[in-house]
Every structure is written in structure tokens, then in C-alpha cells.
């Protein structure tokens, strides 16, 4: 059986036990009983009273008989206070006061307060000594204590609400995030962080894949978002059987990438925006109105298995119009005529194939070859359809 042990002061947790290996857990320090003075700070600074707010930070900095820092029993300080109300002049008079910022940042990225947040990155650079160490006020609070855990950053946190205006000033102020490891990495880093704590290795995995599928942070920072999409929920299809106590939230992930890549098919707004969209292929020319379409990007969408996106009513569209080209306005004809054209084209189907072996290159080419396709695949594809009677009504 597990033993505990506990030191005399009752600030340390050691468990131990066969098999097990973990490090002394720190009780946290429970928020000191506020005065009757810090109090009135606090509620000041909660009602937005800035005249009397400013009085009493005055008044401490000569007296010191208030902790400017102070928090109320639930944890929260003055500057938090101020974001909650979204009240920048507080914000601003706060910092300017020497409040410590601690985590505010952090708060009010995750409230989605933008004044708030641009002026204390400012302040950041404003404290930050040149030729030191980029230290922020953020990563020196007591992680016992604090709202969220060490691995969430600025930019992760921002990413992870989907902030646009955020992560655009921190993208803009050199803020990166970097890539994480192969779910199978043997690296020391990543042996020594999961045989520390194997739950917060896993949980910190899924927040940077969080972030990274952030739809805000792959339009800003990716310079081919769909194909970024694709290939970020291929690897997250990867993940979800690879950890399988996360699976459902690596799935949920994988979903919003695809639905992101539909969305920004759906923006295109005619036939040769589309075009361009489904012919890109960084590895050749830039696709020219009237070109032959390869479908580079249709393609690679079947390889990553976006169902949602080859299934958008706008490839569809596009799709019937090339299947159709030879044959124009043949959808929107009755029946009796759509049946006329076909008989016409298998009646003289013969006679294209021979016109188009001895003059290939005559005016009425490409009628002749597209004939000679659209025969051809249906042919091809009837008896596959014949072999799988269940191919038609496979579900996405």
C-alpha cells in the first residue's frame, strides 16, 4: 500500500509506492486575509472609481499600509478586477501605479479584452532590459495557484479562443509557436517530461495541437492555409489513434481543420476563383484561365480524405460543368431530348473515333475527344458500380 508523508509544517505531499515515481506535490498558499483598506481598493477598482483607486495607490506608495497586489478569496487581484469590467483606464492606471501584471495578460487574452492586452504586451517591452533575457510577467507566478498551467502561452491561449486581433499583434510582435514533437519521440526532453508527469506531458500535446488548429492562427501565419489544413488533419486523424484517451478530442480537431478548408472553399465567388483554388500546385505555373485543369488541389484533398471538401457543392458544380462541356445546356433539357442526344452520340460514336484517328487536328477535335472520354469512363465505371452495389450509398 501507498504510503504518505507529510513534514511538519504540512506545506509538502510525498507519495510513494512501488513502481511510482513522484515529485513532492507543494500545497498551495491559501490568500491572505484582506484589511478593511485593501478591501475598499478592491472595490474600488471593481466599481471603476479611478479618482479614489489613484488616491489610495498614492497613498500606499508613500505609507505602505496597503499590499497593492492583494487578491480577494477568490484569487483575484486588482488588475484581473479591472479586465473583468473592461475598464482600460483602470488597466492603464494600475500598471502605470506598479501593480504587479503577473498573469493579466494572460487574462485578458482569454476575456477577449484587445486594448487590454496590447497595452501590457507594451508594457512588457517598456520593462524589458535590452541585452537581457525576454522574461515575461506571466511566466513568474505560482503555478500552484494560477489560472492556467505553464504551457500556455500568449499565443496559445489566443489561438486557442480563436482570437483574430490578438493573435495578429502577438504574430506581429515576433510571438511563434513551435512545433511539437512526434507523437513518438524518443528525445530526452520528451522521456524525461512524461516520466515526470505522464498527464500534463499528454494534456500539454493536446493544448499546442489546439492552438495549431486554430482556423484565426492558420490564416494568418500559413502561406497555403488549405493545404495546411489538409495536412494538419491528416496528422490529427494520426493522433487520435495513436492516443486513444484522447481520441475524441484529436477527431473534434481534425473536424474543425476540414470545416476550415470548406469555409474557405466556400468563399470563392466564381468559376475561375475556383479554378485557381482546385488547379494550385506550388510545384508548377500559376493555372491561366482556359488552361487544361489538372485538379492538383481536388486531388490532394482525395489523398487526405477531406470528404466535406471534394463533396462541396461548388467542386460539384464546377465538376459537372467540365463533364459536360461538350455537350452544353444537356442537364437542363427534357427528357425526350436528353434521350435524342444520347442516341445521336452512340450512333455516330464510331464515326468520331474514326474522324478523330485521321484528323486529329481538325476544328472539331475536342468535341471528338470529349465524346470519346465521357463514353470511355462510363463504360469503366458501370461495371465497378455492378461489382460494389453498395459504392453509391457509402456514407462520408
Not at 513532492?24 to 474600488?44: D, R, S, Y
Not at 497555403?224 to 495513436?242: G, H, K, M, V, Y
Not at 474543425?256 to 475561375?272: E, P
Request: aromatic share 8%; glycine share 4%.
Amino acid at each position: 500500500m501507498d504510503e504518505e508523508k507529510k513534514d511538519m509544517e504540512g506545506v509538502g505531499l510525498e507519495i510513494e509506492g512501488p513502481g511510482i515515481t513522484i515529485r513532492p506535490i507543494v500545497m498551495p498558499n491559501l490568500p491572505k486575509a484582506l484589511t478593511l483598506e485593501e478591501k475598499k481598493f478592491l472595490l474600488g477598482v471593481e466599481r471603476g472609481d479611478t479618482a479614489n483607486v489613484r488616491r489610495m495607490l498614492q497613498l500606499a506608495h508613500r505609507k505602505n499600509h496597503i499590499n497593492m497586489n492583494c487578491v480577494d478569496p477568490l484569487g483575484r487581484g486588482a488588475l484581473s478586477l479591472a479586465i473583468d469590467g473592461e475598464n482600460l483606464e483602470m488597466v492603464e492606471l494600475l500598471v502605470i501605479m506598479g501593480v504587479q501584471t503577473k498573469d493579466a495578460l494572460l487574462h485578458a487574452i482569454d476575456v477577449g479584452f484587445v486594448e487590454a492586452a496590447e497595452l501590457l504586451l507594451e508594457h512588457e517591452e517598456l520593462i524589458h532590459k535590452e541585452g537581457q533575457v525576454l522574461y515575461e510577467s506571466w511566466q513568474k507566478v505560482d503555478w500552484n495557484t494560477a489560472t492556467f498551467t505553464p504551457d500556455i502561452t500568449p499565443l496559445t491561449l489566443a489561438a486557442h479562443r480563436n482570437n483574430y486581433e490578438i493573435l495578429k499583434i502577438l504574430l506581429d510582435r515576433g510571438a511563434t509557436l513551435p512545433m511539437p514533437h512526434d507523437v513518438k519521440c524518443g528525445c530526452d526532453d520528451c522521456i524525461r517530461q512524461s516520466q515526470e508527469d505522464s498527464l500534463r506531458f499528454s494534456v500539454s500535446r493536446l493544448n499546442e495541437y489546439r492552438a495549431l488548429a486554430s482556423p484565426s492562427l492558420i490564416a494568418l501565419s500559413s502561406n497555403d492555409p488549405i493545404l495546411t489544413a489538409f495536412q494538419l488533419s491528416w496528422e490529427l486523424r494520426n493522433l487520435a489513434f495513436a492516443e486513444q484517451e484522447s481520441k475524441s478530442d484529436y477527431m473534434e480537431l481534425r473536424r474543425q481543420c476540414q470545416q476550415f478548408a470548406v469555409d474557405l472553399l466556400h468563399q470563392s465567388r466564381s468559376s475561375t476563383e475556383l479554378a485557381i483554388i482546385l488547379n494550385h500546385d506550388p510545384e508548377s505555373p500559376p493555372y491561366e484561365d482556359g488552361e487544361h485543369m489538372k485538379l492538383a488541389r481536388l486531388e490532394l484533398a482525395i489523398n487526405y480524405k477531406q470528404k466535406k471538401f471534394v463533396a462541396h457543392p461548388n467542386i460539384q458544380q464546377l465538376l459537372a460543368t467540365i463533364w459536360y462541356e461538350g455537350l452544353p445546356g444537356f442537364r437542363r433539357k427534357p427528357v425526350m431530348q436528353k434521350l435524342m442526344e444520347i442516341s445521336r452520340v452512340a450512333l455516330f460514336f464510331p464515326f468520331y473515333c474514326m474522324l478523330y484517328m485521321i484528323a486529329p487536328n481538325t476544328s472539331n477535335r475536342k468535341t471528338y475527344e470529349e465524346t470519346f472520354h465521357e463514353i470511355s469512363y462510363s463504360c469503366i465505371f458501370i461495371p465497378f458500380l455492378s461489382l460494389n452495389p453498395n459504392l453509391g450509398v457509402t456514407t462520408s
